[in-house]
């Protein structure tokens, strides 16, 4: 019950309009610090959720596969320029950011973790990776303003913040394939 009260308390902090617009105005800080702290908020709050809807998590999403599947679709349409941009212009939209990532991605990944093998996980951290190489690629080369809302000096910095990412998920990688884990538990 603990953690479901810092979640939500940290979902609410996270609504409140000069928060949003402050962690909203500088573009990296929008895309890797609000968006994984509303990630985080729903993570927060997922046991409860968990024990309060046992057979709707037994159901749906058994293996962990469907809802790690959701995750990585909610996480992957969040690092789009254009989804971004329109956080900020479309109050729809912005509205769907504090909807999707707690509930759609946070809540899910948090039940799916554990559920899933070495591969999965492992696979799930692959992705991300060459995902995030391809997004820093994508701000750093691109010689437009992929956002209307954030300057191309912006722009660059984030991409570098993906790349910096990445690289940090290849190491991670390359440690769980050199050394077991289970040795050191």
Known sequence: MTQFIWGFLLLVFLALPPVANLLESIMIVHMHMQ???????????????QLKFPRFFENWNGNGVPGILLFVIIMGYWTLPRAMDEALTVPAIEIFKYISLPFLAGIPLRDSWGKLNNLWKNSVIGFFTVLFFAMGWLYIASPEQLC????IVEQITLGWGFVTMALCMVIYLAYTYFVDPADYE
Do not use: Q
Request: hydrophobic residues 70%.
């Open 35 to 49: 968006m994984p702290l509303l990630v985080i908020a729903g993570f927060l709050m997922a046991r409860l959720v």
């Open 148 to 151: 209307t809302n954030y300057l």
